[in-house]
C-alpha cells in the first residue's frame, strides 16, 4: 500500500530541522490537491448523489474508522449549524461509538457485527446513502458496512488513497485519493486524512448549494447561536437586500434570526 511505504523525500527525517519539516510538508501535501483533481469527476457524481438523497427525505451516512472517522464526524457536526438542518440528515458512524471522536480506540476497525448494528439502529433504507472512508481502503469495519448497505438496496460511495483498495471494489461509486506515501511513513492523519476531509467537504457543501440551502455565496440558514453568527446574519441581510444593518438586525431579532424569512419579507414589501 502506498500509504504504508516510506516516503524517501523524508529519510532523514528525525535528523531535520523544524523549518524543513514544515518545508517539506508543505511540499508534499500539494500532492492532495493534485490527487483531488485527477478525482473531480467522481467526487462531483458523489456531490449530485448526495443532494438527491437529501432532497428526498434521506440521509448522507459516513462510515469510518481511527482518523477517517474523526473526520467523518467533524464534517457531520458542522452541517446542522452552517445550514440549519436537523442533525439527523448527516450522520457519521465510527468504529468504536462516540468515545471514538475524543481516543483512538484502534482495534475497534477490526469488529464487523458493530458496524452492521450501527446501520440496522439507524434503520437505513434505500433513500439514504452511505459513503465509507479507509486511507488503506481495507478496513473491515467499513468494508461490513459498505456490504451491509448494498445488501439493502442502498447506494454506496468509497474514499479510499491506494490503488486496488477492496473498499473501492465493493461500492458504487469508488473515488481514489492517491496521496501517496506519508512523510510520517503509515501517518494517514496527515495527506490521506486532509485529502479526506477536502473530499468531504466537496460532497456536503456542493450537496448543499444544488439543494437551496445556499442563495449566491450566502449561507442563508444558518443558525445563529452566538454574537458572531448574529452579526454574520446581519451582513447576509444587507448583503441581498437595501436594508440598513439597524433595519436587518431589528428585523432578524423579532423572528428568531431567521435569514430566509427575512428575505421573503422583503420580497413581499419590495
Known sequence: MSTESRNPRSIGLDKMSAFEIVRLMNEEEQAVMRALDSAAEPISKAVERAAQAYQDGGRIIYVGA?????????????????????????????AGGDAAGK????????DEHQ??????????????VVIGLAASGRTPFV????????????????IANNTKAPLLDQVDLPILIKTGAEILTGSTRLKAGT??????????TGAMVLSGKVVENLMVDVAAKNAKLKDRCVRIACELTPATKEEAREALESNGWDVRKFLEAQKQTS
Request: proline share 4%; net charge neutral.
Open 195 to 204: 485529502a479526506q476531509k477536502l473530499v468531504l467537504n466537496r460532497i456536503s
Open 66 to 94: 481511527g482518523t477517517s472517522g474523526r473526520i467523518a464526524t467533524m464534517d457531520a457536526a458542522e452541517m446542522p449549524p452552517t445550514f440549519g438542518i436537523d442533525s439527523d440528515r448527516f450522520i457519521a458512524l465510527v
Open 115 to 128: 458496524a452492521i448494528t450501527a446501520l440496522n439502529n439507524l434503520k437505513i433504507t434505500p433513500k439514504d
Open 103 to 110: 481516543a483512538a480506540i484502534e482495534d475497534a476497525e477490526d
Open 143 to 158: 468494508l461490513a458496512a459498505m456490504r451491509h448497505a448494498k445488501q439493502k438496496g442502498i447506494w454506496t460511495c468509497g
